[in-house]
């Protein structure tokens, strides 16, 4: 069964530097979304992207924050000068486009901790 | 403005028993969606069922099933024959279908299932 994955699952970084995080949608998929969870809370929309554009992003995606779909099979979150509290799970998710209502796949996250 | 509460923040159950987990939410939006997510605790983020607001039936999908009565916005999850397996996170979220892409989550219930 197909299904979306991310790489690192735990990523480890000092305050300041920047983080690429990868991800691999659902082959045939062409919405792509990230969301983050900081620890024991809810999960919180951050980006969506379509057609290699942005189509929606949340006020907790600012300026240090970044997508990129680099080729036809990986997108990519950039956040530059992390802080400490951009220590969360970050999940990519993807789906198709046959029905609006399609579900979001998620991949499995990548722990960001941020030192 | 679109939002979701999920006011039990844990349940416990006995194994084989059935076990409702509550959702309300709130929209101005005709059109929407509504989905269940079970995180268990290695982080990952499992859909389980999908309800579309114009729907007839009541989505069911094995042992879930949401309960789904549109006048009071609610859309309970409900599992039968609850197992071991079964304990996790649940997160109900709402996507409304024409305004945008992205799913609001609820703050989640963590289901304990005991032997």
């Known amino acids: 069964e197909p299904e979306v994955t991310q790489t690192p699952s735990h990523q480890v970084t000092q305050m300041g530097q920047e983080v690429i995080l990868r991800c691999v949608p659902i082959?045939?998929?062409?919405?792509f979304y990230w969301y983050r969870q900081i620890l024991g809370q809810k999960v919180e929309f951050l980006v969506s992207?379509?057609?290699?554009?942005?189509?929606?992003k949340s006020e907790i995606f600012d300026d240090q924050f970044s997508v990129e779909r680099p080729d036809g099979s990986n997108f990519t979150l950039k956040i530059r000068s992390t802080k400490l509290e951009d220590s969360a799970m970050y999940f990519c998710a993807s789906r198709d486009s046959h029905s609006s209502y399609n579900e979001q796949f998620f991949g499995p996250g990548t722990r960001l901790t941020v030192l | 403005a679109q939002k979701i509460t999920q006011t039990q923040p844990g349940m416990f159950v006995q194994e084989k028993e059935a076990v409702t987990l509550d959702c309300t939410y709130d929209t101005s939006d005709p059109s929407y969606g509504l989905f269940w997510y079970k995180q268990p605790s290695s982080g990952e983020m499992i859909f389980l069922i999908y309800q579309g607001s114009y729907d007839q039936q009541n989505a069911t999908e094995g042992r879930y099933s949401l309960n789904f009565q549109k006048a009071r916005k609610s859309a309970n999850l409900v599992i039968s024959a609850s197992q071991l397996g079964d304990s996790a996170m649940y997160f109900c979220?709402?996507?409304?279908?024409?305004?945008?892409?992205?799913?609001?989550f609820g703050t989640g219930t963590r289901l304990q299932v005991f032997p």
């Open positions: 992207f379509y057609n290699n554009e942005i189509s929606e």
């Open positions: 082959s045939n998929h062409l919405y």
């Open positions: 979220a709402m996507r409304e279908i024409y305004n945008t892409d992205k799913l609001i």
